[in-house]
């Protein structure tokens, strides 16, 4: 089995599947301790400084001019509004509901890509696999609606997440659509560097409750660090690089798995037959409009590198670190 030439990749690809979908119980069991904007500015500062160090020592090239302001703008988007809306969103729903609605990342990603100048647009294959999903989502938030809730602000937290999973997507295209000479890993870093100094000033500014120390708070903090965003991301980097977009793309599926498992196992979160048949329908309306749009970025007509840009936009910009 190591003899394989992609194993490396493939142990890369479960570190992802896993370590990202644990992120989610590390966000709860932080929120203990740390308010939200604390915790965002604490966790991509210490993590986009430890990454930037790194390949610094390495001799990596680092963005300069308009690739760093296009890199700090992505990783606002992308990691302060998107992953700051996942951190807000905890504080109204269990952690494993919020994987399970962030599963639904690709029907943003692909909605405003269509809309976006060169976008690819919308056909009707993609719109029914949307509405599949959709439904699974109604499904989850129609108790909470109708007042028949179990306490949790679902609503509310599924529209936050709503503007998370927004902004996430649209600095994903973003990004993609420029040119870089840096290694997607310093991009990264700059990511989420970035993402923790524009929260810093409402960090500081913003009246939050005061951080209630504790190890497992501070504990939950380094594990975000260490696992959710430097190994996590530089894991997802390189089995994105040596395996095929269509393997990689499984990940958010067994995020959210881990994610419902490991809220039920230390949280005890509700989770019964309704949560699992939406969880079934939302998968099955991902898969339809990710079959779809995977196979019209491969449609003969199109220039390889055309295909190749697109099928990475289409495909792998979902989760949350």
Not at 34 to 60: D, H, K, N, T
Not at 102 to 122: C, D, H, K
Not at 153 to 180: D, V, Y
Not at 208 to 236: D, K, Q, T
């Amino acid at each position: 089995m190591r003899r394989h030439p992609d194993f490396k990749a493939y142990l890369a690809l479960i570190s992802v599947c896993f370590f990202w979908g644990t992120t989610y119980l590390g966000i709860r069991m932080a929120l203990e301790s740390f308010p939200p904007f604390a915790l965002v500015s604490i966790r991509f500062l210490l993590s986009g400084s430890i990454m930037l160090a790194a390949v610094v020592w390495r001799g990596a090239v680092l963005p300069t001019g308009r690739d760093l302001r296009n890199a700090c703008l992505s990783g606002v988007l992308i990691l302060g509004i998107g992953n700051g809306a996942l951190v807000f969103a905890e504080l109204k729903i269990p952690s494993g509901l919020a994987g399970l609605f962030i599963t639904i990342s690709p029907f943003w990603l692909v909605g405003l890509e269509a809309l976006l100048p060169g976008g690819q647009r919308l056909h009707w294959p993609t719109i029914f696999g949307m509405l599949i999903g959709l439904c699974g989502a109604a499904l989850l938030v129609a108790p909470d609606i109708l007042g028949h809730g179990l306490g949790q602000n679902t609503l509310a937290g599924f529209l936050i997440l709503q503007i998370g999973m927004a902004s996430w997507s649209l600095g994903s295209i973003f990004q993609k659509r420029q040119e870089s000479k840096a290694h997607p890993i310093v991009v990264g870093a700059v990511h989420q560097l970035a993402a923790g100094l524009a929260s810093l000033p409402f960090a500081l500014l913003v009246h939050e409750h005061p951080v209630a120390w504790s190890w497992r708070g501070v504990a939950a903090v380094g594990y975000l660090v260490i696992f959710g965003s430097i190994v996590g991301y530089s894991s997802y980097a390189y089995a994105l690089d040596k395996l095929p977009v269509a393997v990689v793309s499984v990940y958010p599926y067994i995020n959210s798995i881990v994610a419902v498992a490991l809220g039920w196992l230390v949280y005890r979160e509700p989770f019964g037959w309704v949560e699992a048949v939406a969880m079934i329908v939302i998968f099955i309306g991902v898969a339809v409009v990710k079959r779809h749009s995977f196979s019209r970025t491969l449609a003969p007509s199109a220039p390889p590198a055309v295909q190749n840009k697109a099928v990475t936009v289409n495909e792998n910009n979902s989760a949350k670190m």
